[in-house]
């Protein structure tokens, strides 16, 4: 079955704004305004053999977060786009082609993610331990690739150790959306000449959650 679908790249591009939007508000506020999309967004890293876009993330309700967030960055009603998530999602759609360029970083990718599949045997996808490996996966494999996201926020917060964990992690999370969302055929100049098309699909995808 084939997922080269607007509902399939609907699904992938929010996960990528629901992953930047975390960023955002961890970075600026300290705090996860959202445990259910963060867990989500989580856990996404390592499912790698879901028999659907969807399945990845565990339904439309763990995506709930990312389409609102789709329909006030692309809906021109709404006036309210945020451009710290339009900055980080540019910045995952980067290092994306970065990453799908480099074969031997893609295989290594994979041997880490495994390890962290089997860390969950012993702890949850939010625990400081498994937060910690995701934060070096992304330092040691991808944000190596370039050009690096900057991440704006308080200093109070982004110094701490623990929130620089769940960024990267988030990060990394939003770079496995961009790399499905490119698999199944997203191509940036979409977002421009089939603007329309994606905010009803997101639309009628939020009725589902």
Same mark, same amino acid.
């Given at each position: 079955?084939?997922?080269?679908?607007?509902?399939?790249?609907?699904?992938?591009?929010?996960?990528?704004?629901?992953?930047?939007?975390?960023?955002?508000?961890?970075?600026?506020?300290?705090?996860?305004?959202?445990?259910?999309?963060?867990?989500?967004?989580?856990?996404?890293?390592?499912?790698?053999?879901?028999?659907?876009?969807?399945?990845?993330?565990?339904?439309?309700?763990?995506?709930?977060?990312?389409?609102?967030?789709?329909?006030?960055?692309?809906?021109?009603?709404?006036?309210?786009?945020?451009?710290?998530?339009?900055?980080?999602?540019?910045?995952?759609?980067?290092?994306?082609?970065?990453?799908?360029?480099?074969?031997?970083?893609?295989?290594?990718?994979?041997?880490?993610?495994?390890?962290?599949?089997?860390?969950?045997?012993?702890?949850?996808?939010?625990?400081?331990?498994?937060?910690?490996?995701?934060?070096?996966?992304?330092?040691?494999?991808?944000?190596?690739?370039?050009?690096?996201?900057?991440?704006? +926020?308080?200093? !109070?917060?982004?110094?701490?150790?623990?929130?620089?964990? &769940?960024? #990267?992690? =988030? *990060? %990394?999370? +939003?770079?496995? !959306?961009?790399?499905?969302?490119?698999?199944?055929?997203? &191509?940036? #100049?979409? =977002? *421009? %000449?089939?603007?329309?098309?994606?905010?009803?699909?997101?639309?009628?995808?939020?009725?589902?959650?």
């Amino acid at each position: 079955m084939s997922f080269h679908t607007l509902e399939s790249r609907s699904i992938a591009f929010a996960a990528m704004c629901q992953a930047a939007y975390l960023v955002d508000k961890i970075a600026s506020k300290g705090i996860c305004p959202d445990a259910v999309a963060f867990n989500a967004s989580l856990r996404s890293i390592v499912r790698t053999d879901s028999a659907s876009p969807i399945d990845i993330f565990g339904g439309h309700e763990s995506l709930k977060l990312g389409y609102q967030t789709v329909v006030t960055q692309l809906d021109n009603a709404s006036g309210n786009r945020n451009m710290q998530v339009t900055k980080y999602v540019a910045g995952l759609m980067a290092l994306e082609r970065k990453l799908s360029a480099n074969p031997g970083n893609l295989n290594l990718l994979g041997e880490r993610i495994n390890q962290v599949n089997r860390q969950l045997a012993h702890f949850e996808i939010d625990d400081s331990n498994v937060l910690s490996n995701l934060d070096s996966i992304y330092r040691d494999l991808i944000s190596t690739l370039g050009p690096r996201i900057q991440v704006n +926020g308080n200093p !109070a917060y982004l110094q701490q150790e623990h929130t620089q964990h &769940k960024i #990267r992690a =988030l *990060l %990394l999370a +939003g770079v496995r !959306a961009a790399v499905l969302w490119r698999q199944i055929g997203g &191509k940036r #100049r979409q =977002l *421009l %000449l089939s603007r329309k098309a994606m905010v009803h699909q997101t639309k009628q995808n939020l009725l589902r959650t």
